[in-house]
């Protein structure tokens, strides 16, 4: 059985509190400007990869899952 993967979930709003859909977000190594690049996967096991920037969805929520835990910002 393999291992579960690292789920990451962030909602995205706007001054107001509401959120905003399709919004992309850029994801970095943590306190850097540099783009995380490693492997992003759209569900718990099997999935296809994603990339960066993400793209928020209808309820202005961006995610992913990764193999390891990651630190991002």
Same mark, same amino acid.
């Given at each position: 059985? $393999? $291992?579960? #993967? #690292?789920?990451?979930? *962030?909602? =995205? #709003?706007?001054?107001? @509190?509401?959120?905003?859909? +399709?919004?992309? =977000? +850029?994801?970095?190594?943590?306190?850097?400007? /540099?783009?995380?690049?490693?492997?992003?996967?759209? $569900?718990?096991?099997?999935? @296809?990869?994603?990339? +960066?920037? *993400? !793209? /928020?969805?209808?309820?202005? &929520?961006? &995610? $992913?899952? *990764?193999? !390891?835990?990651? =630190?991002?910002?």
């Amino acid at each position: 059985m $393999a $291992a579960s #993967r #690292r789920h990451w979930k *962030f909602i =995205v #709003r706007d001054a107001y @509190g509401y959120v905003i859909q +399709n919004a992309k =977000v +850029n994801v970095y190594l943590p306190g850097t400007t /540099t783009v995380f690049s490693g492997t992003a996967y759209n $569900a718990d096991s099997g999935g @296809g990869t994603v990339t +960066n920037p *993400f !793209t /928020t969805n209808a309820q202005g &929520e961006v &995610e $992913a899952w *990764f193999d !390891t835990a990651q =630190v991002v910002d």
